[in-house]
């Protein structure tokens, strides 16, 4: 009868723990429903890859985001952070086996004999006594119901989530890179220009002054002119204020000096072409972006640590034994003094007063907060890059339109000029088509930047890199 009455009270808090059971709250997470296409997408025709929209042929770009690679503290930091989240998935591995340690110790007791009546007082036990013992200790929880299962999962999927992280950061860091560079390039084309402007003025006031000389013109065409020239080069002195904000800002970004920036951004490049957009599917982000799979992951997680919670409603079983020496002198030490334990021990919540319902509750939230955040990443991207797919058109319609006043201007400016020279048009004829030839120069020069601007937005938009190349 002793058996059956000691198993009964092993398997009595099992019992008691399976009264107070519940099942985790279920939280439905849909996929959330895509449009079929992009409003702003290109044609079916439109075929260039994601690649094509950034400056790869650009030897500044390719100096500078492979230095950013190599050493930029923004990736540091998100590989940081991905080497946390594999100890935490480590240690989370760890608990699911069993734990050994060893310890040794030195202990001395003082007591008082007469406490122990006769015996002790006819001296058959000693008021002193030192104990020596080492002890090899071994515990395991064999894990029955999944809990420690379920925390090794969170862990895991919070390695994704920070490889996502730190994939969106890499993706930033050369898109901003890009843009940087691209305006680098748009201030050589807007300084190109402006001399431009400076020439063409310089060269009307040598004509108003031969003109003046020759008693043909009064001195004013000539002051008129120069006055343009000027203005002309203090736009052109204002540039290098936005060169020095463009070099500080790429010094942030790749971790580089200035005298090394300036050196690769002093790179020629042959000409600024644009690209065309890639079609693109919306299901396309799910895969690409890293937010999103960010959220993906982070909501798995969740659910992982949601089920950790509830598993925490169980009884946890646990198995532990001691082996080691104690001896009370130390030349008995080695000689027979091998003592041990082995212990099964069920622990599981009985009264806890909504400790652990508490807990399933902040997990089923966390959750719910997670699934929101990750629905708000896919809304986010497919708002990226339909703004992106219409910034593309858009910039690009501006650009044509912008080289086409070029020429038409610059066409009218020399004309002008032709029939001043004939005697047939004034100089202040000259002088408004020049400034307006002048002014549609840096304005061409400028939109073309915003076009180029605008594909490094797509190409962030969509993802930055295909999956393949990650």
Do not use: H
């Not at 079916?44 to 190599?70: E, I, K, R, T, V």
């Amino acid at each position: 009868m002793r058996r059956p009455a000691l198993l009964s009270a092993a398997l009595l808090p099992l019992a008691l723990g399976a009264c107070v059971m519940q099942p985790a709250p279920e939280i439905a997470t849909p996929v959330p429903e895509l449009p079929a296409t992009f409003f702003f997408t290109p044609g079916a025709d439109a075929q260039s890859g994601l690649a094509a929209l950034m400056p790869a042929n650009d030897p500044a770009y390719a100096a500078l985001s492979a230095a950013a690679l190599a050493d930029a503290p923004s990736l540091a930091e998100a590989a940081a952070r991905i080497d946390a989240a594999r100890a935490g998935a480590r240690r989370a591995g760890a608990e699911r086996l069993p734990n050994v340690t060893a310890d040794g110790d030195v202990t001395r007791n003082r007591i008082n004999p007469a406490q122990f009546g006769a015996a002790g007082q006819q001296g058959f036990i000693p008021r002193e006594q030192t104990a020596y013992g080492a002890n090899i200790v071994a515990s395991w929880d064999p894990d029955i119901f999944g809990r420690l299962k379920a925390q090794e999962r969170a862990a895991l999927a919070r390695i994704d989530a920070a490889s996502a992280q730190a994939q969106g950061v890499r993706i930033a860091l050369l898109a901003e890179i890009a843009a940087s560079v691209i305006d680098w390039r748009v201030l050589d084309a807007r300084a190109a220009a402006i001399k431009e402007d400076v020439d063409a003025a310089q060269t009307l006031a040598r004509l108003a002054k031969v003109r003046e000389d020759a008693g043909i013109a009064p001195g004013f065409d000539r002051v008129r002119a120069e006055a343009t020239a000027s203005s002309s080069q203090v736009r052109l002195a204002a540039l290098e204020s936005e060169r020095a904000r463009l070099i500080g800002r790429l010094v942030t970004l790749t971790g580089q000096d200035g005298a090394s920036v300036r050196a690769a951004l002093a790179a020629p490049v042959s000409s600024l072409t644009l690209a065309d957009a890639p079609a693109a599917l919306p299901s396309d982000l799910l895969a690409n972006r890293p937010d999103v799979a960010a959220a993906a992951a982070n909501l798995a997680a969740s659910d992982a640590d949601l089920a950790a919670a509830a598993r925490a409603r169980f009884p946890r079983i646990t198995l532990s034994g001691v082996i080691g020496l104690l001896a009370f002198d130390p030349e008995d030490f080695f000689n027979d003094s091998i003592v041990g334990t082995l212990t099964a021990a069920v622990a599981g919540p009985l009264l806890d007063f909504g400790r652990v319902g508490a807990g399933i509750d902040a997990a089923a939230a966390d959750k719910r907060a997670a699934f929101a955040a990750y629905r708000g990443a896919v809304f986010q991207a497919l708002g990226d890059a339909e703004a992106a797919y219409g910034v593309v058109a858009a910039a690009d319609a501006e650009s044509r339109l912008a080289v086409e006043e070029n020429k038409q201007l610059s066409r009218a400016a020399n004309l002008a000029e032709t029939r001043y020279k004939a005697g047939l048009a004034s100089f202040l004829d000259v002088l408004e088509a020049r400034r307006a030839a002048d002014a549609s120069g840096e304005r061409s020069a400028a939109a073309m930047g915003r076009a180029l601007r605008a594909r490094v937005l797509l190409w962030q938009a969509l993802g930055g890199e295909a999956p393949e190349a990650r």
